[in-house]
């Protein structure tokens, strides 16, 4: 049972809540839901203080009508202005660039992710290959003779690839890498891969005026999120709360 300023929150109401915040243990969904309803029921308080209206019956879509008038009346909330949406730009060009489009081959030596010894022997095949490669043999042989991916039938060819069309670990590592042969397999968990950037055609940083109003949004939201947390820390701190400790809380709303 918690107290929040005298009011109680009891356990079938924990358990109620829990449904929303699916976790790893029910110890930790117990938690999240406990401090949902412990955040909730400061803010409502608070309302009524202000004399919002606040429904008492149970939560339902429209219990939560106070919080923007809440929010808007006590949280200040300053919007990102141009001089700091462009030096976000500049500081982070990486997040404003297209894709680099890539022409790749490849050769899968499969091998199952738990399977140590069918990895080793993967891996020591693809540096074979590799060597094989650099001494002229051909790759489209090569790749119908021992590659596990359905592009063997087409010389081992995946076509033109942008970011985001393959497994994080391929793209890591290729996406980085220079035109040519690659000198090492590169190990995702499909197995070991031999692969050749037959071209790369590098992205290009788009315009300023292209994406401001996304660095705005983006800027406006991690501002709020900030301030509105800020805000919830001011309300525990005044509030007088039992049966729940927020201090090993480890809620992204406190941080």
Known sequence: MIQVNHTTIDEPAILVEMQYHPADSQQQAMAKAAESLVIGELFRQRAAELGLHV?????????????AALLEREVDIPEADDQACETYYQQNPERFTTSPLLEVRHILLAAAPDDELDRVNAKMMAEQIIKQLGEGDD?????????????AATAGSLGQISRGQTVAEFERQVFTANAGLLPN???TRYGFHVVAVDRKIEGKQLPYEAVKDKIAAY????????????????????AEIKGFDFAVSDSPLLQ
């Open 55 to 67: 429904k008492d019956e149970n939560k339902d879509a429209s219990d939560d009508d106070f919080l």
């Open 139 to 151: 790759f489209a042989r090569l790749a119908q003779q021992h590659s596990a991916c359905p592009s």
């Open 185 to 187: 397999p590169v190990e």
């Open 219 to 238: 800027l406006n939201e991690k501002v709020e999120r900030k301030a509105v947390a800020q805000y919830i820390h001011t309300l525990i701190q005044a």
